[in-house]
């Protein structure tokens, strides 16, 4: 086995851990404990490009970079392949907050949360899978551009699907909780959140097939942006699957709304200090009053398209080579509260669970989705709506946004406030 390392290369050493807790009536259902510790090799040999992993343990870096220097024997010529300048760093714990928390103490967040959620309405009849989760990864990068960066982060969630009958119906709805700390985990909103929605889904019906006002709640709105991120990476630019080519600066959406993606965001969900290649990590304003401003890209895409290196490569496992992603994407919050947006919507749909949303189109941005919610009259709401379907484009519902909500919450990587629509094409009955 060859000792020399390829002029250019990349190694990134991971250990994750992952705890998962979860209860039923009252007793601990299952804990499951995981952590499996790896190695990644990513090597530009003539300048083809080569990968390769392994999670065993005594596997050295001479093995893995000749590895990697045979999968790229087969691969394409590409003379833009790259890794950045190099950095060097160690950074502090950051999930300092989540390591400390005993075992005991999980069990018992996923247990207060089940009998929050019980104990909420007697029409509440169940409660499945309440869950404590949390995912902690210590990183250790180095490349032939001379970076050495070490850093860790750590992530953990409640979740809990709660289930109401009143006799005559039934309903379900889900919700999910993220913190850096299992100590700020809000169980009291989380159970009220969805026991409240679920009771008040009860005796829901249909409404007449109709183009109506319609706001989305924040998490509806969160997955809407999740799809739509696709649309501002720069490989898509790249390969031709995106909408957006040649829209620099020009209006692409309501004047309401301001798309950024920032790494740095103190307090993030996906804030880390270096992205997946070891780049330094920056906040990138993609989206600014409705005029687009640029897309996410990591060093090669950045070189194969001209436009700015933005730090933006992510990996989800140490098994996956690098690729370009969010760290905490958003939609900047306005100024009015939920109350508020119902007022000045005055008549239309309040949209608070999707279903089937991974079937639209990502590079097209066409959808057409089950939704279930509330029909709203002079700004309030009138009764529970489900048994409908919503469709349209991300990009013309992005343009006809007339008022976006102060109540900005980040489910993982990405985050959105709510969202009023001027129109949506709405099937019922």
Same mark, same amino acid.
């Given at each position: 086995?060859?000792?020399?390392?390829?002029?250019?290369?990349?190694?990134?050493?991971?250990?994750?851990?992952?705890?998962?807790?979860?209860?039923?009536?009252?007793?601990?259902?299952?804990?499951?404990?995981?952590?499996?510790?790896?190695?990644?090799?990513?090597?530009?040999?003539?300048?083809?490009?080569?990968?390769?992993?392994?999670?065993?343990?005594?596997?050295?870096?001479?093995?893995?970079?000749?590895?990697?220097?045979?999968?790229?024997?087969?691969?394409?010529?590409?003379?833009?392949?790259?890794?950045?300048?190099?950095?060097?760093?160690?950074?502090?714990?950051?999930?300092?907050?989540?390591?400390?928390?005993?075992?005991?103490?999980?069990?018992?967040?996923?247990?207060?949360?089940?009998?929050?959620?019980?104990?909420?309405?007697?029409?509440?009849?169940?409660?499945?899978?309440?869950?404590?989760?949390?995912?902690?990864?210590?990183?250790?990068?180095?490349?032939?551009?001379?970076?050495?960066?070490?850093?860790?982060?750590?992530?953990?969630?409640?979740?809990?699907?709660?289930?109401?009958?009143?006799?005559?119906?039934?309903?379900?709805?889900?919700?999910?909780?993220?913190?850096?700390?299992?100590?700020?985990?809000?169980?009291?909103?989380?159970?009220?959140?969805?026991?409240?929605?679920?009771?008040?889904?009860?005796?829901?019906?249909?409404?007449?097939?109709?183009?109506?006002?319609?706001?989305?709640?924040?998490?509806?709105?969160?997955?809407?942006?999740?799809?739509?991120? *696709?649309? /501002?990476?720069?490989? $898509?630019?790249?390969?031709?699957?995106?909408?957006? !080519?040649? %829209?620099? #600066?020009? @209006?692409?959406?309501?004047?309401?709304?301001?798309?950024?993606?920032?790494?740095?965001?103190?307090?993030?969900?996906?804030?880390?200090?270096?992205?997946?290649?070891?780049?330094?990590?920056?906040?990138?304003?993609?989206?600014?009053?409705?005029?687009?401003?640029?897309?996410?890209?990591?060093?090669?895409?950045?070189?194969?398209?001209?436009?700015?290196?933005?730090?933006?490569?992510?990996?989800?496992?140490?098994?996956?080579?690098?690729?370009?992603?969010?760290?905490?994407?958003?939609?900047?919050?306005?100024?009015?509260?939920?109350?508020?947006?119902?007022?000045?919507?005055?008549?239309?749909?309040?949209?608070?669970?999707?279903?089937?949303?991974?079937?639209?189109?990502?590079?097209? *941005?066409? /959808?057409?989705?089950? $939704?279930?919610?509330?029909?709203?009259?002079?700004? !309030?709401? %009138?009764? #529970?709506? @489900?048994?409908?379907?919503?469709?349209?484009?991300?990009?013309?519902?992005?343009?006809?946004?007339?008022?976006?909500?102060?109540?900005?919450?980040?489910?993982?990587?990405?985050?959105?406030?709510?969202?009023?629509?001027?129109?949506?094409?709405?099937?019922?009955?």
């Amino acid at each position: 086995m060859s000792t020399t390392k390829p002029k250019q290369f990349e190694i990134c050493r991971q250990t994750a851990r992952i705890v998962t807790v979860e209860v039923k009536g009252g007793s601990v259902e299952a804990i499951n404990q995981a952590s499996e510790t790896g190695a990644a090799a990513r090597v530009i040999s003539d300048w083809r490009p080569g990968f390769a992993y392994s999670t065993k343990p005594l596997t050295s870096e001479d093995e893995l970079l000749s590895m990697a220097e045979i999968s790229a024997k087969n691969a394409e010529v590409d003379k833009t392949l790259c890794f950045p300048a190099g950095e060097k760093s160690d950074s502090k714990t950051s999930h300092a907050a989540i390591s400390k928390f005993k075992l005991e103490e999980k069990v018992d967040i996923a247990k207060r949360l089940e009998s929050k959620i019980i104990g909420f309405d007697k029409r509440i009849k169940g409660v499945r899978k309440p869950v404590y989760e949390e995912t902690l990864k210590d990183i250790h990068l180095v490349n032939s551009n001379g970076a050495d960066i070490k850093f860790s982060k750590g992530l953990c969630l409640i979740c809990a699907t709660a289930i109401a009958d009143n006799g005559r119906d039934s309903e379900w709805t889900s919700e999910i909780e993220y913190s850096l700390d299992p100590a700020t985990l809000d169980i009291d909103g989380v159970a009220k959140a969805v026991a409240g929605r679920a009771v008040s889904y009860l005796d829901s019906r249909k409404i007449p097939s109709q183009h109506a006002p319609c706001l989305l709640c924040g998490d509806v709105a969160t997955e809407m942006l999740g799809l739509l991120a *696709g649309s /501002f990476f720069a490989d $898509a630019l790249f390969s031709g699957k995106t909408q957006l !080519a040649g %829209k620099i #600066g020009q @209006k692409i959406y309501s004047d309401k709304i301001t798309i950024v993606d920032d790494a740095t965001l103190k307090g993030g969900f996906a804030s880390v200090p270096f992205d997946s290649e070891g780049a330094e990590t920056k906040r990138t304003v993609l989206v600014n009053g409705g005029t687009m401003m640029g897309f996410l890209s990591d060093a090669t895409y950045a070189k194969k398209t001209g436009m700015p290196h933005t730090s933006s490569s992510t990996r989800g496992t140490i098994t996956q080579p690098p690729r370009i992603g969010p760290h905490n994407l958003h939609i900047t919050a306005g100024k009015l509260d939920v109350p508020a947006l119902l007022k000045t919507m005055h008549k239309g749909l309040y949209v608070t669970d999707v279903l089937g949303l991974h079937t639209a189109n990502p590079i097209t *941005g066409d /959808f057409s989705v089950g $939704a279930s919610g509330f029909l709203v009259e002079n700004g !309030a709401i %009138k009764h #529970g709506v @489900k048994g409908i379907t919503i469709a349209g484009n991300f990009h013309q519902l992005f343009q006809r946004i007339t008022a976006v909500g102060s109540d900005l919450k980040f489910r993982g990587s990405t985050g959105s406030p709510s969202l009023l629509v001027e129109e949506i094409a709405i099937s019922g009955d």
